[in-house]
């Protein structure tokens, strides 16, 4: 079983910046892919982005566009979310997922999942 645990959410304004973090309790480099997932009110689930833990390649979901970026501290056992020119749209709970698996931005079953952090962005 592999714990995640997510930190760096909170409140700010449309424009702002965060950094999300999620550290392991174990070698991210033993997972395959991790990756950074939002949830908002009465909407599903959708891909935000993610890092394949050996070779570093990320992809991002359309809605990014070049704001966001992702990136993996193995050393620290830490995935982190940098997040620029934030928008009220943003406003989501934001969870980390892993799996030893290849799976797809697209796919919801990703095996490990996070409690999640919440960023809210204000107008």
């Known amino acids: 079983q592999l714990q995640l645990v997510e930190s760096g959410g909170g409140s700010v304004q449309a424009g702002g910046s965060l950094r999300l973090s999620c550290t392991t309790d174990k070698y991210t480099y033993s997972t395959f892919q991790m990756a950074w997932f939002r949830q908002a009110p009465g909407k599903e689930r959708e891909g935000v982005a993610m890092?394949?833990?050996?070779?570093?390649?990320?992809y991002y979901g359309d809605f990014v566009e070049g704001r966001f970026t992702i990136s993996l501290d193995n050393t620290r056992n830490t995935l982190y979310l940098e997040m620029r020119s934030l928008k009220p749209d943003d406003t989501a709970m934001y969870y980390c997922a892993a799996d030893y698996c290849q799976k797809a931005l697209s796919d919801p079953l990703w095996r490990f999942w996070g409690r999640g952090t919440q960023v809210n962005v204000s107008s």
């Open positions: 890092i394949v833990t050996k070779t570093k390649m990320t």
